[in-house]
């Protein structure tokens, strides 16, 4: 039966996602309400330029104080889409204070103050939900906080991020400069307000930290997760890759270490084969592999930005808020009992990828092998190709510590008859 008091919302930001789901609230309204179990209605909607002209929403509902908006006694929940950290973190604690749950899709503000609003919101009996805030549209962090809660989780791998996923495949399929692809992916809303938060994989990294957060029940944060972004992969790297059977990614991947009395969390660009799964995730699409001990390998696969797409996410918590305020409860909180610490880069067991522009001389491959080995770093292939008295040497390592690889890295630059270190990346899913 649905109740006739409607559940009061109030949305904050009117953007991409916000507009996404203002429209959804009312095209899905009767629909919405019979899965609560009682109609929702839009208390007010606070945004930045009250001026413009928003399809759908009655201007009536348009304010420019989002705190007056939060601390309304009729406000049940507040649906923030503003993004950053203030006025939003602010906003939000003062929701809670307010008694109200919280939906969010921000990502920047939970890597770095999700223990924080965790411990207001439990403090005020409140729920703070936030699937769209990793992965878009995918289910994943309620699968992990509720469905695998009873699994041991070892690793978590994937694409989180659209926008760099969107301008690599660009750049890979139809030849797309890096700049015009961006336009691209900012055109179509996939990229943040800033998208160098997106390039310079901040993005990703936040991702990296609330995954690695809720899979392994500790805390970890975004200066924790070892980053780095795709503005220096280059057309070449994309080439060498190919030449390989491999494509170039944007990954995340936490894992547990040390005999899982620690985790590590890092993303960077890899070369994965084209044969993996994650090759063939296209666009602004995201997929998530969860490894845990009982289920095995899990695959999540779906739209990763993107305003409709993100606005399911969001409106899937709307409806778990508003369901556990009929029912007098609240959802799961932060789970952190384990208190893993988060180990350094330098620990992680990897392999690289790395050209070099050598002296065409004999005894230089020689050369460099050395360097490999004095390193503990075992060499899986070599490729050598000549050009105008130089010669290009693209090294492929076996698995080694991290701290190895870089050491050699920074050897091989010594050198007089290494003239560059043309590019260096990570290969994964082998
Ligand atoms: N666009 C996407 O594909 C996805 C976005 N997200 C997250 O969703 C959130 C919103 O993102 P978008 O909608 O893309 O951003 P957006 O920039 O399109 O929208 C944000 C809106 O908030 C408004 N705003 C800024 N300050 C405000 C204030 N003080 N009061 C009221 N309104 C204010 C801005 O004018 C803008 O319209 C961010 O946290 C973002 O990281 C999460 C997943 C996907
Ligand atoms: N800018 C983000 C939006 C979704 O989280 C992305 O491109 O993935
Ligand atoms: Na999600």
């Given amino acids: 039966m649905v109740r006739t008091r409607p559940l009061k919302v109030a949305l904050l930001g009117c953007g991409v996602v916000g507009s996404q789901v203002?429209?959804?609230?009312?095209?899905?309204?009767?629909?919405?309400?019979?899965?609560?179990?009682?109609?929702?209605?839009?208390?007010?909607?606070?945004?930045?330029?009250p001026d413009r002209v928003r399809a759908g929403i009655d201007p009536a509902l348009v304010t420019t104080d989002a705190e007056g908006l939060v601390t309304r006694d009729d406000v049940d929940v507040v649906v923030e889409m503003i993004g950053g950290i203030e006025p939003a973190r602010g906003l939000i604690e003062a929701a809670f204070k307010n008694g109200a749950g919280v939906v969010t899709a921000n990502k920047a503000l939970l890597a770095q103050d999700g223990p924080a609003l965790h411990a207001i919101a439990a403090e005020h009996g409140a729920d703070l939900y936030y699937e769209a805030a990793v992965a878009g549209a995918i289910p994943l962090l309620r699968p992990l906080r509720e469905s695998l809660a009873g699994d041991?989780?070892?690793?978590?791998?994937?694409?989180v991020n659209g926008t760099t996923n969107f301008i690599l495949d660009r750049m890979e399929s139809s030849g797309a400069g890096y700049g015009e692809a961006l336009d691209e992916a900012t055109a179509l809303g996939y990229a943040e307000a800033d998208p160098t938060a997106d390039v310079e994989g901040f993005d990703a990294a936040a991702k990296a930290a609330i995954l690695a957060g809720i899979a392994f029940h500790t805390r970890v944060r975004l200066d924790d997760v070892h980053r780095q972004g795709i503005t220096e992969v280059t057309a070449a790297d994309i080439a060498s890759a190919r030449r390989m059977g491999c494509t170039?990614?944007?990954?995340?991947?936490?894992?547990?270490?040390?005999?899982?009395?620690?985790?590590?969390?890092r993303v960077h660009p890899a070369m994965i084969p084209l044969s993996h799964p994650l090759a063939s995730v296209k666009g602004a699409y995201n997929a998530v592999f969860v490894e845990a001990d009982s289920a095995g390998q899990l695959m999540f696969y779906g739209p990763g930005a993107g305003g409709a797409p993100t606005a399911s996410a969001v409106l899937g918590d709307l409806v778990a808020v508003c369901r556990n305020k009929l029912g007098g409860g609240r959802g799961p909180g932060e789970s952190a009992y384990t208190q893993l610490p988060v180990s350094p880069m330098g620990d992680v067991v990897t392999r690289y990828h790395i050209s070099l522009d050598v002296a065409d001389k004999p005894g230089v491959l020689a050369q460099c092998a050395l360097v490999f080995a004095d390193h503990g770093v075992s060499i899986d292939t070599v490729r050598q190709s000549g050009k105008d008295g130089e010669a290009s040497l693209v090294v492929v390592t076996h698995r080694a510590p991290d701290a190895a690889l870089t050491a050699t890295v920074a050897a091989l630059r010594e050198l007089d008859t290494v003239h560059d270190v043309a590019s260096i990346m990570r290969v994964e899913g082998e």
């Fill in 152 to 159: 041991t989780v070892n690793r978590v791998l994937g694409i």
């Fill in 22 to 49: 203002a429209r959804l609230m009312t095209t899905h309204a009767e629909d919405l309400a019979a899965r609560i179990g009682a109609p929702l209605e839009l208390a007010g909607v606070a945004v930045r330029r």
């Fill in 248 to 265: 170039v990614k944007l990954l995340a991947i936490c894992e547990r270490a040390g005999d899982g009395r620690s985790v590590t969390a």
